[in-house]
């Protein structure tokens, strides 16, 4: 069931902290993806020293959804469960 508009508007909706997702094509996740990295057409998404920021590690704590630490920067998981590469989202860092 797919919500109407009714439901999108109503304040109590409007006002919570509900995840949510998108649709969109491989190729514009890859593009959104490098331009956080760097340039891609001319737009950069962040500077060298935000990125920096936004990949530090900002917590380790029990994830309680899966019951194991899960180390997150701002927005991204780092890296994945018993992974030896660090990464930021699905994006390997060096």
């Known amino acids: 069931m797919t919500p109407s508009a009714e439901y999108g508007n109503n304040p109590v909706v409007l006002t919570s902290d509900i995840p949510s ?3 969109m ?3 514009a996740v890859a593009r959104t993806y490098a331009a ?3 340039e891609v057409d001319g737009v950069r998404l962040v500077s ?3 990125l920096r920021e936004v990949t ?3 917590t380790a704590d029990v994830d309680q ?6 180390p997150r920067a701002l927005g991204y998981n780092l ?3 018993g992974a030896n590469r660090r990464g930021y989202g699905s994006l390997p860092l060096s």
């Open 36 to 38: 956080l990295l760097g």
């Open 56 to 58: 530090a590690l900002a």
């Open 25 to 27: 094509s491989a190729r």
């Open 48 to 50: 060298d020293e935000r």
């Open 21 to 23: 997702g998108g649709t």
């Open 79 to 81: 890296g994945r469960p």
């Open 65 to 70: 959804m899966v019951g194991f630490p899960m």
